[in-house]
């Protein structure tokens, strides 16, 4: 009997193993045919440059300008091909008694195909001015693009901040346990009174009220990144490894007053306006002299063609008011898009210069409170924490120690998402896209 518990024991365990080893096949199986984990789908948002892609192929915005330009360029071969032939046909002497539109029926039919010929150089100058079109399409598009591409620089440099808020409000809200922790066994041990130790949840409470703000500013940055980017309010994000890196030497920006008069692709747009004003403005001009329209004619008579007509046809520019009209319309319009271009510039480099002077400002600030103010107050902080231990300061100076510590930290945050919104603003007067 003992010999048939001990098998049996031993065949209850051996199933056991054989259904844990089937279990452990099945969890396997099931990870490896499973669809990917909502950390690897919502993997976007670590970094920029992936944002920017995606930005790129999904923004229904630049899908919009693509197809204006694609339409743009569209129109360059009708405007310097060939008007459409014209065709006519005249049935002559037709029967009153018996009345027939058949050709061979009625006393002679004339045929007319006719093709008007735009002379002077008028085909080239419409199809250079549709060019000038589409090249000022194209750069509409690449303003359009340079503009959301510093929109989701900016939103994203809120959503690290954001991040980053928080991150310094839950390192803070540690020492703040700490402090609670000293100030109780100080009461306890009748060194300190119980108004340090209520003091110090009083400013956990309210850094919690900061750290409730802040996830709710990071899920508002969220939104707005999502919404840029096409793709539903509440897509998850992942967690930023950090603030993209600045350049490395400020004199990098020395070369782009120059640069924005020809990168940038709102002036290219002025330019190529210009340009096709002006291709308007000589095509109007060439209106002065005639077109020519040439015209073949066979006569049919009865079931036969005898006879052969040919003609040709010139338009006389006789509507002189009218002309100069349009002549002053015309170079107005010129006029009017070279002053367009030169109130851009103008206010493309003063733009450059005021985001140059807030980076460099900004970036000062934070290299000042980073190596110099930063270390200064966690210095003070040591300070009073170990006089406070010995009881040489009371609580509030040490609350006071912590305090210019968190707004040192809140203070670098600032300036670090500051800084590299100047430069995703720099980066688009200057034309430039990372």
Not at 3 to 29: C, E, N, V
Not at 255 to 262: F, G, H, Q
Not at 311 to 316: C, R
Not at 375 to 387: D, G, I, K, R
């Amino acid at each position: 009997m003992t010999d048939y518990f001990l098998d049996q024991s031993q065949r209850d365990t051996g199933m056991q193993q054989r259904l844990h080893a089937i279990a452990l096949a099945a969890g396997l199986a099931a990870l490896l045919t499973a669809p990917p984990s909502r950390a690897e789908e919502t993997g976007l948002g670590a970094t920029l440059p992936p944002l920017l892609e995606l930005l790129d192929s999904r923004s229904p915005e630049l899908q919009a300008m693509q197809l204006e330009s694609e339409a743009a360029r569209s129109r360059i071969y009708p405007a310097g091909a060939l008007p459409d032939p014209m065709f006519a046909l005249e049935l002559r002497d037709i029967p009153r008694d018996d009345p027939t539109l058949w050709p061979s029926e009625v006393g002679s039919t004339r045929y007319q195909i006719r093709q008007t010929f735009p002379l002077w150089g008028k085909r080239d100058l419409g199809r250079r001015a549709a060019e000038a079109g589409a090249a000022g399409a194209e750069a509409q598009r690449d303003a359009v693009r340079l503009e959301l591409r510093a929109r989701l620089k900016t939103l994203y440099s809120q959503y690290v901040a954001a991040h980053q808020t928080r991150r310094v409000n839950e390192e803070l809200r540690a020492v703040l346990d700490g402090l609670e922790k000293v100030a109780r066994a100080r009461y306890e041990t009748g060194l300190a009174p119980q108004q340090d130790v209520i003091r110090a949840q009083a400013e956990r409470s309210l850094l919690d009220n900061d750290l409730i703000e802040a996830e709710s500013e990071r899920r508002r940055a969220a939104a707005r990144l999502n919404a840029l980017l096409a793709r539903p309010a509440g897509a998850a994000l992942a967690v930023p490894q950090g603030f993209p890196a600045l350049p490395r030497r400020e004199t990098e920006f020395s070369a782009l007053r120059a640069a924005v008069l020809e990168k940038n692709p709102r002036l290219a747009a002025a330019a190529a306006q210009i340009e096709a004003s002006r291709r308007n403005e000589a095509l109007v001009h060439q209106n002065r002299y005639p077109d020519l329209t040439v015209a073949v004619a066979p006569i049919q008579t009865g079931s036969r063609f005898d006879m052969w007509e040919l003609m040709f046809e010139v338009n006389i520019p006789l509507q002189q008011e009218t002309r100069r009209a349009r002549e002053r319309e015309a170079a107005a319009l010129r006029r009017a898009a070279e002053a367009r271009r030169e109130a851009a510039a103008n206010e493309l480099v003063g733009e450059l210069d005021q985001a140059l002077a807030a980076y460099e400002t900004a970036a000062h600030h934070g290299h000042l409170l980073r190596h110099t103010l930063l270390p200064q107050t966690e210095l003070a902080f040591q300070s009073a924490l170990a006089s406070y231990r010995t009881g040489r300061v009371d609580f509030a100076t040490l609350l006071d120690a912590q305090r210019q510590i968190r707004g040192t930290r809140l203070a670098i945050v600032k300036t670090e998402s500051e800084s590299r919104m100047w430069l995703a603003e720099i980066e688009r007067i200057a034309g430039e896209a990372p």
